[in-house]
């Protein structure tokens, strides 16, 4: 890891908060059991852990899909150059391991400003459903590879907008 490097004028330094229902409420859903309400099913052999999310697949000539996306980790310092937002559907990651993953988020609307994002830290068993158009940055995970169960809007039309930001944004994890 390079030695921390005060941030330029203009750049963030980026730390992680924890990942609850309630911080990430302005972004979207957390997709966790914890805490949430279930009932039994297959005669008690499972557990239901029923609507734990929003998943918003409404625009006209779109389906649901289903993938598998495997993230590796990025060097550190990270630069945070773009973010991206989804203006048609929501966007979940179901982690399929119990590693945490950092997630960069800014709020729905116009683009983004460096002030307006924020960092947080999942516990490895929690994964994230972008509500649509919240702006987020790709998948960041820390020290090895991991899968994630994505579901998210397939269609003919485009759905997925990118802002760059003029000269990048430093972010640190400490």
Partial sequence: MEPFV???????????????REA????GDVIETAGRDHFSINDGYADR??????????????????????????PRPLQVDMMERHP???????????????VLVAPAGEAPSPESLTLFCTNGCQGVNFARGVWHFPLLVEKVDQ????????????????????DGVRGVVE
């Fill in 24 to 27: 990430f409420a302005p972004f």
């Fill in 6 to 20: 005060e941030p330029a004028p203009g750049f963030v330094t980026l730390t992680p908060q924890s990942l609850s």
């Fill in 147 to 166: 899968e994630f169960l994505v579901v998210d809007r397939g269609g003919p039309e485009q759905n997925c907008d990118l802002h760059y930001f003029a």
């Fill in 49 to 74: 852990f029923h609507n734990l999310a929003d998943v918003d697949l409404t625009e006209a000539d779109g389906k649901p899909l289903l993938s598998i996306f495997r993230a590796r980790p990025r």
């Fill in 88 to 102: 048609m559907s929501s966007q979940a990651f179901i982690p399929l391991s119990d590693t945490p993953f950092l």
